[in-house]
């Protein structure tokens, strides 16, 4: 079974400074992979995704993530954050090839950005 | 209105009382998603539909009872349930039920069971 791991709990990072949030995911295939941003009170609204090709994706909102196969990691990376990122963060993962339709997440990366 | 809309936002309800989510989508989609979010716990994925039909149960207990009446609207009736199942139920769309198509997410109804 697919599984998907955020291994921070909480991130604090100031204002102005780089991101680097991390996820693993396990699976055999190359699977779809995807960064979901929830603001308190929102539902998920899509960060950007992955499926095949160049293995840096640009997404919204200036972030960025980079599939590497050989870690099994699609780590999201922003070079300047602002306080309107701190949010809730998910990396989640999807495969086609019948059976389960939706998407297994991470239990999520609290940002919090101090001034 | 426009994107995923759910109601109500907020529900408080009793272990006996029969409640109803209404989840809408104004996207011309045809996968609708139930999913609960608990606190430290990963999104679970409940219930999937493509085009009216149920394609996924993830082993929920028979006290939810999903319902898809065309691919705009999709209920989660809810009866008998036990405070644990207090969470955030949230909804989502997409045009199809394969990953390569991005799931767009409701607000919520925020779920409390006493």
């Known amino acids: 079974a697919q599984s998907v791991t955020q291994p921070d709990i909480h991130i604090t990072v100031s204002e102005g400074a780089s991101l680097e949030l991390r996820c693993n995911y396990s699976?055999?295939?190359?699977?779809?992979l995807f960064w979901y941003v929830q603001s308190p009170g929102q539902g998920l609204q899509l960060l950007l995704k992955y499926f095949s090709g160049d293995t840096l994706v640009q997404g919204i909102k200036g972030f960025e993530a980079e599939f590497k196969r050989s870690q099994s990691s699609f780590n999201l990376r922003k070079p300047s954050v602002h306080w309107s990122d701190a949010a809730e963060y998910f990396c989640a993962v999807g495969y086609s090839g019948g059976g389960a339709d939706g998407l297994t997440f991470g239990k999520g990366t609290h940002l919090i950005i101090q001034p | 209105e426009t994107g995923v809309t759910q109601t109500p936002r907020h529900l408080v309800m009793g272990m006996t009382n029969k409640k109803s989510l209404k989840c809408e989508q104004h996207l011309g989609h045809n996968a609708m998603y139930w999913y609960k979010q608990s606190a430290k716990k990963p999104l679970e994925l409940m219930f999937v539909y493509n085009f009216k039909e149920q394609t996924e149960n993830n082993s929920v207990p028979s006290r939810f009872s999903p319902e898809c009446p065309n691919s705009s609207h999709l209920f989660l009736h809810l009866h008998t349930l036990q405070p644990e199942d207090s969470a955030l139920y949230l909804c989502?769309?997409?045009?199809?039920?394969?990953?390569?198509?991005?799931?767009?997410f409701g607000p919520g109804t925020r779920l409390t069971v006493t």
């Open positions: 699976y055999g295939a190359t699977p779809y």
């Open positions: 989502a769309s997409s045009q199809d039920v394969f990953p390569s198509y991005e799931q767009y």
